[in-house]
């Protein structure tokens, strides 16, 4: 099979494509032949050796893949040979075939492409974790969510509508706001214009958000705070601009407010099993129905990893970014 590695060029980590035997498998698990690869931020840390893998799984990069099962030894799930599925995975992915314990593998939604459900898992877990198995989230309550055109954002603002949750959302240029908005952000503001707190209060009438899904981190803390209602809850899931912020403990006390951050990758495999039903369970009729669809940007062949890391960095996406095998 082929792998994607990191190598160095003048002490830059490079993608390569590179031979190596298929892997072996276990008892409960599952061999796929991937058909594509999802590309997260977090892959991009890793080959610059800012995120390590889990202790015990695979170096290679890739977190999430879509392909066709092609041997296994499953015992207590109802998948098969041949069987088209999606997988959430702890690191491996970028490569041409995987092995994945059965609890971390999904039947790929009739109404998705077996192609784009690469680009599901790591987007809809992250959003089932934090906003609604930690932040609790329910009807009628309104959530804030930074990025609103990356991977995890659109997946956030089109779950989000579905469950009649109203979503704002900030991006990089109007454009982006105008894409955000498309797929249901009640309004999706310029951060490179418009100071997000004023704007998002006067949006609110002074109100406010219930939940505010974080990948920005520490300069960010003293805003969110103003903008949480009280019990109000904040989620961490990234520190993409600093790991640390200034905390008005008052108001964090006032207003009742809650504090939580998590990695989705760093789950046990029996967390990402009871995460995993949830989401067969209350997403993926969704994608039945029609009211959510997965958001792709672009596809990459496979031995153009490198550009597509390079694409990523750039900030212009909109949606997931794929390698195609």
């Given at each position: 099979m082929?792998?994607?590695?990191v190598?160095?060029?003048n ?15 276990r008892?409960?698990?599952v061999?796929?032949?991937?058909t594509?690869?999802?590309i ?7 080959k610059?050796?800012?995120y ?12 999430e893949?879509?392909g ?7 015992k207590?799930?109802d ?11 702890a ?9 994945v ?6 039947p ?8 784009d ?14 906003i609604?198995?930690?932040a ?12 609103g ?14 469950y009649g ?5 900030t ?8 894409f ?10 310029n ?18 958000v ?18 949480l ?22 108001s ?10 998590s ?6 495999v029996e ?18 129905n029609?009211k ?9 062949p496979?031995d ?12 212009q ?6 390698l195609?095998?």
């Amino acid at each position: 099979m082929q792998v994607i590695t990191v190598q160095q060029a003048n002490n830059t980590p490079i993608l390569c494509i590179e031979d190596v035997p298929s892997p072996q498998l276990r008892d409960g698990q599952v061999l796929i032949d991937v058909t594509a690869s999802g590309i997260n931020r977090a892959d991009i840390f890793q080959k610059q050796g800012q995120y390590r893998a889990p202790q015990g799984e695979s170096n290679i990069l890739g977190l999430e893949v879509s392909g066709v099962v092609r041997s296994s030894k499953a015992k207590n799930s109802d998948i098969n040979v041949g069987d088209k599925v999606c997988a959430l995975l702890a690191g491996g992915g970028y490569a041409s075939q995987v092995v994945v314990d059965e609890a971390c593998v999904l039947p790929i939604p009739d109404s998705v492409a077996l192609l784009d459900a690469a680009g599901i898992m790591e987007v809809c877990a992250t959003v089932w974790l934090n906003i609604f198995d930690i932040a609790n989230m329910s009807h009628g309550e309104t959530l804030l969510v930074h990025g609103g055109t990356s991977g995890v954002g659109t997946m956030a603002i089109l779950i989000a509508k579905s469950y009649g949750i109203d979503c704002y959302s900030t991006c990089g240029d109007d454009d982006k706001c105008t894409f955000a908005e498309r797929l249901g952000a009640k309004c999706a503001i310029n951060y490179h214009i418009n100071d997000f707190q004023e704007r998002l209060l006067d949006v609110t009438n002074g109100k406010g958000v219930d939940v505010i899904l974080d990948i920005v981190g520490g300069p960010y803390l003293s805003r969110h705070i103003k903008l949480l209602k009280p019990n109000g809850r904040l989620v961490c899931i990234s520190v993409l601009g600093g790991k640390e912020g200034e905390l008005n403990m008052a108001s964090l006390l006032m207003k009742n407010l809650h504090i939580m951050g998590s990695t989705l990758r760093h789950k046990t495999v029996e967390q990402k099993q009871h995460i995993l039903a949830q989401l067969y369970k209350n997403i993926w009729p969704l994608f039945e129905n029609g009211k959510v669809k997965p958001v792709i940007d672009r596809i990459f062949p496979a031995d153009q990893a490198n550009q597509a890391h390079e694409y990523m960095a750039s900030g212009q996406h909109k949606g997931k970014i794929l390698l195609q095998w």
